[in-house]
């Protein structure tokens, strides 16, 4: 007698008796989908070595690339890593919110190796939202990159989760549509200034303001040293082709703002990031877009130029890792 396939429990993220399973799952060392506001997340508890590696077999990522793990707040981040002036500074400015902070790890902070890849460092981030009250009730950090299959399209709602990675996990909570729509920004503090491993939902500019500091981007090496660094990452099933100023035959167009492009008309299917040229309804949307268009009968799809400004930086990135050869 065959067995029954397993289903995946889609529960609402404020129901009590929902919150109440996943904190069930997620100390008996299973995976819980927890939506935050950048992207949904694939959550265990970063303390049980078992745990995380279920993390890395459900959504088929490599070892090598570490996670980043969620907290409930400074007092459990302290207990992780080594925080100075700077870093609390940004976690005075920033969270919770979309920035997490790779800091020097401690020796004797429980977090299993596996989750940080084997470096001496740790990327931390306190969320807004369910992931950080699952942080609290266990007092212990959680574990969670985005939801879907390695180097795939990230998911920001549970029904792209559900699509992406099916009966691999058994419980989503759904707390509707992600409102930042792209992953965290990533920074790394030194002495004299901000460096920036990932653009995400937190721009530049504010870091600049809140810590007085420049933030600089280092050139990529093939050495990981935090999450989100893979050259080919956020890919949908067909070509991406970046800072198109026309539409190609058989192309799919993704456009910004108002202006029309040349060939729009002949297009296979046109979809807008926001037709009022605004950057934060663009990250909001990018991964939604790329969703819909993430399938075999979308063999190519044309992106026109976005404004490398403010949050348009972070959408620019994930594009470029979307075109990157695979």
């Not at 020097?104 to 931390?124: E, F, M, N, Q, Y």
Request: glycine fraction near 8%; proline fraction near 8%; charge should be negative.
């Amino acid at each position: 007698m065959s067995e029954e396939p397993k289903r995946v429990l889609i529960q609402p993220a404020d129901n009590a008796a929902a919150i109440a399973l996943a904190s069930r799952l997620l100390c008996e060392g299973e995976c819980v989908v927890v939506p935050t506001e950048t992207v949904y997340g694939l959550a265990a508890d970063a303390t049980n070595g078992e745990a995380v590696a279920k993390i890395f077999a459900v959504k088929e990522r490599p070892s090598f690339n570490p996670l980043i793990s969620h907290v409930y707040g400074r007092e459990l981040a302290a207990l992780l890593a080594h925080f100075g002036e700077i870093e609390h500074r940004l976690t005075e400015a920033f969270w919770p919110g979309p920035l997490t902070i790779v800091a020097p790890l401690r020796s004797d902070g429980g977090v299993h190796p596996l989750a940080t890849a084997g470096l001496d460092t740790i990327a931390l981030r306190q969320p807004v939202g369910v992931m950080a009250e699952l942080s609290a009730r266990l007092d212990r950090p959680l574990a969670a990159p985005s939801a879907n299959l390695s180097g795939r399209v990230s998911p920001t709602s549970a029904g792209h989760v559900a699509a992406s990675l099916g009966d691999r996990v058994s419980l989503i909570l759904d707390g509707g549509t992600t409102s930042v729509g792209v992953e965290s920004t990533i920074v790394r503090a030194e002495s004299d200034r901000i460096v920036l491993l990932r653009p995400g939902g937190v721009p530049r500019e504010a870091i600049v303001e809140a810590t007085g500091l420049p933030v600089e981007t280092i050139l990529q090496t093939t050495k990981i040293s935090a999450p989100g660094q893979m050259s080919s990452h956020y890919a949908p099933f067909g070509r991406v082709r970046l800072d198109a100023a026309s539409v190609e035959p058989g192309e799919w167009l993704i456009a910004f703002g108002p202006e029309p492009v040349r060939g729009e008309s002949s297009a296979s299917g046109v979809v807008n990031l926001s037709p009022s040229g605004n950057l934060e309804e663009a990250a909001a949307n990018l991964f939604g877009l790329l969703a819909r268009l993430d399938r075999p009968d979308v063999p190519a799809i044309a992106v026109v130029p976005i404004p490398n400004e403010g949050i348009g930086e972070a959408i620019n990135d994930r594009l470029k890792r979307a075109a990157a050869p695979r």
